[in-house]
């Protein structure tokens, strides 16, 4: 859920409207406009709209073999944010839409520029209103493949598929308010043939089979953004158990990845051992599972899905994630799940920590000192292209850059030689208790840590996020 202001061009338009309401009150107040057709995310436009906020998503799907197909419907319950004559949903590619509804009345809508679907219902939603949507739709979705971003949405696999939604993805399986801003609550309701796994992010709160179709009931409660929404479907060899903090933890392997029973031991205690090392520095996980999927999807990437990462090992057959990957992975949960970028320009702040983590790690587990961290990629030569491009703002091509995990990661550090080490480890808390389940940006960030470690940081900010080149140290 969102509760951050945004200069949407239809909110401006209602800004204008409001200031001649002196003149007529009561047509300015009547006065209906369509929601903005994005979230006003420079790099993706068409990411996410305006004039409404989602509180909760309930994606019932399901899967069928033998069309690798899906049928669905999601419900969306938002809330005006403005006097809607109309607004818009991401949904993209081939799925067919059969019904949709605003609160049980059927609505027009039409599919339009690259993911817009935009909604007509029979009535006007005043500002505030709570509201409900509700779409039926079919068909065998398809994944995006960016020509610099990679492969997102669903992937199908040999015997399912797996969604991963990073930076979009998430349109391609259900109708959605795709940007980060927008968090709100999950249910995924998935269906398939018994025998097969499904699993999605949070808490599994039912399991039931009837006619040689098995349903399991997934929970998110707490907000989430839809590039951390996640599913998989297939055969999976499961282990359930609890972290030593007492959270429940989830793990799966895809049995086409073969990984041997001990090795699918290890990787789970290996999730609640990281867990809970995270937990003691970053303060109390977020959320109310963990866990971890490792997939064979081909797509070559792991993602910190809300609660339960994905990894896709496929290509190195009977592999597990590495402790480093786990943490990285897991790390995010406090950066970049919980507190969510408010930009895509502000990836630096899940990756730059992310792999922060890797570096703690490292130390704790594998006795590698940070500064040997540091000092390893800070050796990179002056000339080398990790250093092109501003981390603060990479550009939409380069969001899984380098520059943005390891320049990110060495801007973390220096910031604990700026501020010490009791400010450090302060902020490594209550940043992400300050912010928790909300947006924050990186101008957010630099202020905190001002605030928290009574320094002023422009000489820091400036050299190791808004500026290109290497800073000395
Ligand atoms: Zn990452």
Do not use: C
């Not at 930009?343 to 890797?358: L, Q, V």
């Not at 250093?387 to 943005?404: C, E, N, Q, T």
């Amino acid at each position: 859920m969102s509760t951050t202001p945004r200069a949407f061009a239809a909110v401006t338009l209602g800004v204008a409207a409001a200031l001649t309401v002196s003149a007529a009150p009561a047509s300015a107040a009547e006065r209906f406009t369509p929601g903005a057709p994005g979230a006003g995310d420079p790099y993706f436009p068409d990411m996410g709209n305006g004039g409404y906020d989602v509180a909760h998503y309930d994606v019932g799907l399901k899967y069928d073999p033998a069309t690798k197909g899906i049928r669905a419907v999601t419900k969306i319950k938002a809330r005006a944010t403005q006097n809607l004559s109309r607004f818009n949903l991401d949904f993209l590619g081939p799925l067919t839409i059969s019904s949709l509804k605003v609160d049980g009345h059927k609505a027009s809508f039409k599919r339009t520029g690259a993911q817009e679907l935009v909604i007509t219902p029979r009535k006007g939603l005043r500002k505030h209103r709570h509201f409900t949507v509700t779409v039926a739709y079919s068909g065998v979705p398809q994944p995006i493949n960016d020509a610099t971003l990679g492969t997102s949405g669903w992937i199908p696999t040999a015997d399912g598929a797996v969604m991963v939604n990073q930076p979009f993805g998430a349109a391609t399986v259900y109708p959605v308010n795709d940007h980060p801003t927008d968090k709100a609550t999950y249910t995924f309701t998935l269906t398939a043939p018994k025998g097969h796994t499904t699993l999605s992010n949070g808490d599994l709160r039912g399991t039931s089979t009837k006619g040689g179709w098995t349903t399991t009931r997934w929970v998110m409660r707490h907000p989430m953004a839809s590039e951390l929404s996640m599913l998989a479907i297939g055969k999976y060899d499961v282990i359930t158990g609890r972290t030593g903090d007492g959270v429940p933890n989830l793990t799966a392997t895809d049995r086409a990845q073969g990984v041997t029973p001990e090795d699918a031991q290890k990787f789970h205690r290996q999730t609640a051992e990281i867990q809970d090392f995270q937990a003691s520095l970053y303060g109390r996980y977020p959320f109310t599972s963990t866990g971890g999927i490792v997939v064979k999807g081909g797509f070559g990437y792991a993602l910190e899905t809300q609660g339960r990462p994905v990894y896709d090992l496929g290509r190195r057959p009977g592999a597990i994630p590495s402790g480093s990957l786990v943490a990285h992975e897991l790390g995010h949960q406090w950066f970049g799940d919980s507190v969510t970028p408010e930009r895509w320009a502000d990836i630096w702040m899940n990756e730059g920590f992310a792999t922060y983590s890797e570096w703690l790690y490292a130390e704790k587990f594998e006795g590698t000192p940070v500064q040997e961290s540091f000092d390893a990629v800070y050796a990179t030569p002056a000339d080398d292209g990790l250093w092109k491009g501003v981390v603060s703002d990479p550009g939409r091509d380069h969001i899984f850059d380098g520059l943005v995990y390891d320049r990110g990661a060495m801007a973390v550090h220096v910031l604990r030689q700026t501020i010490g080490e009791n400010a450090f480890y302060r902020l490594l808390r209550e940043w992400p208790a300050t912010y928790r389940y909300g947006n924050a940006s990186t101008e957010d960030l630099v202020r905190f840590a001002e605030r928290l470690s009574h320094k002023k940081l422009d000489a820091w900010a400036d050299a190791w996020l808004y500026s290109e080149g290497k800073p000395s140290v």
